[in-house]
């Protein structure tokens, strides 16, 4: 089972209005996204999905942090493996860090 399997077990983190009582208590991903393009289309930003928001959220943990159980717990990953690539390094970040020191 992946987390993509257990999303419903989860808090919701875009609820729909109280004035749709047939929903199943969360926005669909059409509706996240059709909220998301036209944000983004009025801020000018291209090239954008809620999910480069989620993985902008993971790296900024772990730049913070340093912590993959802390990316774990942010994004609700029941395997600590999916956090692990918010710890991947590049090469200038590397050298920044080594130069640092």
């Not at 808090?11 to 393009?37: E, H, I, M, T, Y």
């Not at 928001?53 to 802390?70: I, L, Q, S």
């Amino acid at each position: 089972m992946t987390d993509a399997d257990c999303w419903t077990d989860s808090p919701a983190l875009f609820l729909p209005a109280d004035s749709k009582p047939q929903s199943l208590g969360r926005l669909s991903s059409q509706v996240v996204n059709a909220v998301w393009n036209e944000v983004c289309a009025l801020a000018g930003i291209k090239g954008k999905t809620p999910h480069s928001a989620r993985h902008a959220m993971g790296k900024h943990v772990m730049e913070k942090t340093g912590n993959v159980a802390a990316v774990q717990r942010q994004l609700g990953h029941k395997n600590a493996t999916y956090s692990l690539q918010y710890a991947r390094i590049t090469d200038q970040e590397l050298q920044a860090v080594v130069d640092e020191r």
